[in-house]
């Protein structure tokens, strides 16, 4: 297969480019850490990793692009580079969320640890809250992804629970247990996992569709009907 990743949900704009199957697969990728300017930089990101892997857009098969949880802004730049090369190639796109890439990525990174129990992916919101799902070893979920207080994981999750993410650090400070195990506390997701999970999603059922868990912080301005009289 070959497919092009794309994440720019959180403060990374990272491209790769996946061809081949299984452990001869090659990747060839790139990441900024911008916070700003996603959109500014990602397409000639893309452009620059496709020409290293000497691949055009008419080669792909597949897109993969990250759908959150993430900012706002972010997601759509994402979403819409997936969506529109997608249709101008003819190929299916498929959405990953950045919490199960974050735990494919623990399961990568530490194989003895990570890849043999259940991982809580993690993203550190605003104030107490934090991004989390749980994920079974094998990547299946545990449950849907949610937003929870930092305090309330603490306390709920289970015994030696092993955390992944920018989230992890704010569980572990929420109260005084040390039993759990910090596998990675990554802001963003390595885009080598966001183009493995792309590579084995089901068309049709991971749909590049954004994933919301929370509302924007700008609310649309209120129309005054006297303006209108």
Not at 4 to 27: H, K, N, P, Q, Y
Not at 104 to 110: L, P, V
Not at 151 to 173: C, V
């Amino acid at each position: 297969m070959r497919l092009l990743a794309i994440d720019t949900a959180l403060d990374a704009c990272s491209v790769a480019v996946l061809d081949g199957e299984g452990e001869t697969a090659r990747l060839v990728s790139a990441s900024d850490v911008l916070k700003r300017g996603h959109a500014e930089r990602l397409m000639g990101m893309i452009g620059e990793v496709t020409a290293e892997a000497s691949l055009a857009f008419s080669d792909l098969e597949r897109i993969a692009v990250t759908t959150g949880p993430g900012s706002f802004t972010g997601l759509r730049v994402g979403l819409a580079a997936a969506r529109g090369i997608a249709l101008v190639v003819r190929v299916p796109a498929v959405g990953v969320s950045t919490l199960a890439a974050l735990a494919e990525q623990a399961r990568a990174d530490r194989p003895g640890a990570g890849a043999a129990v259940p991982v809580w992916a993690a993203i550190a919101a605003k104030g107490a809250d934090v991004y989390v799902q749980g994920f079974a070893a094998d990547g299946r979920a545990l449950e849907a992804p949610r937003v929870a207080l930092a305090g309330d994981l603490h306390a709920a999750l289970p015994e030696g629970a092993a955390l992944a993410g920018s989230g992890a650090a704010k569980i572990l400070a929420a109260g005084t247990r040390d039993d759990f195990r910090v596998l990675h506390e990554a802001g963003w997701p390595d885009i080598a996992a966001v183009a493995r999970l792309g590579a084995t999603a089901v068309p049709g059922e991971a749909r590049p569709e954004p994933l919301y868990l929370r509302p924007p912080d700008a609310a649309p301005a209120k129309r005054d009907e006297r303006l209108l009289a």
